[in-house]
């Protein structure tokens, strides 16, 4: 049972360049989401999928875009990243809608991402 | 703006030693309260929920929570910490009702405890 699975783990990128981070759950969960931390910053939503079909920006959008593919699969892509995108980036997953019912978040293992 | 203080960036302790985490949050309605922990290089990881009932919550590890409603608070205790026990704690207050699918889950800018052993 593996959980929540995000590829890849380390990624340096050039400024201007472009990527996408990987996430999977098995879990069968309806909720899907994707946080940046940064230190003293805690963690900051990007962007969330709250069911297969639907996206919706978080906290910090902007220099991002998602999709979700399946229900299992919810991809965050940088299309020109920039040095302030440096961070460590986490997928997570929950059962049900965050407020909507009693289901914690379920982390991956977390992709560090360095723009130069 | 709705929000989740922890007012200790870092906290060093000697192995035995008692510990408290504060966590205040600024909203007034109904709530679920969550600590997370995040080890040297690892995910964050669920330490404890509390969703209603019992104010004291137990969770993994020896560690529990008390949830006191007139002072917006969440504060993680344990009794003896362990060299093991050093990691980033991150408290995170969901919103009931608020509004939007989201729910509007917001973390604390987390508290890294050092042990010494």
């Known amino acids: 049972n593996a959980g929540v699975t995000q590829t890849p783990k380390f990624q340096v990128l050039k400024t201007g360049q472009s990527m996408t981070l990987q996430c999977a759950q098995d879990m069968n969960h309806n909720s899907m989401y994707w946080y940046r931390q940064d230190p003293g910053m805690g963690l900051r939503l990007i962007y969330y999928s709250a069911s297969e079909g639907t996206t919706d920006k978080g906290e910090v959008p902007n220099g991002y875009n998602v999709s979700r593919l399946n229900k299992r699969e919810f991809s965050l892509r940088l299309e020109s990243a920039a040095p302030s995108q440096t961070s460590v980036y986490f997928c997570a997953s929950s059962g049900h809608q965050l407020g909507q019912g009693n289901s914690p978040l379920h982390f991956g293992n977390g992709t560090r991402l360095t723009v130069t | 703006a709705q929000s989740v203080s922890q007012h200790n960036h870092h906290v060093i302790l000697s192995e035995a030693a008692s510990l408290e985490l504060g966590c205040n949050y600024s909203y007034g309605g109904t709530v679920n309260l969550f600590w997370y922990v995040q080890y040297p290089g690892q995910h964050l990881q669920l330490l404890l929920k509390y969703f209603s009932g019992d104010p004291l919550v137990k969770g993994i590890k020896g560690f529990e929570a008390e949830f006191i409603k007139s002072k917006f608070s969440f504060n993680l205790r344990k009794p003896s910490v362990q060299w093991s026990d050093t990691a980033e704690y991150f408290c995170?207050?969901?919103?009931?009702?608020?509004?939007?699918?989201?729910?509007?889950?917001?973390f604390g800018k987390g508290t890294k405890l050092s042990v010494k052993p």
């Open positions: 995170a207050v969901n919103q009931l009702g608020y509004g939007g699918s989201q729910g509007n889950l917001i």
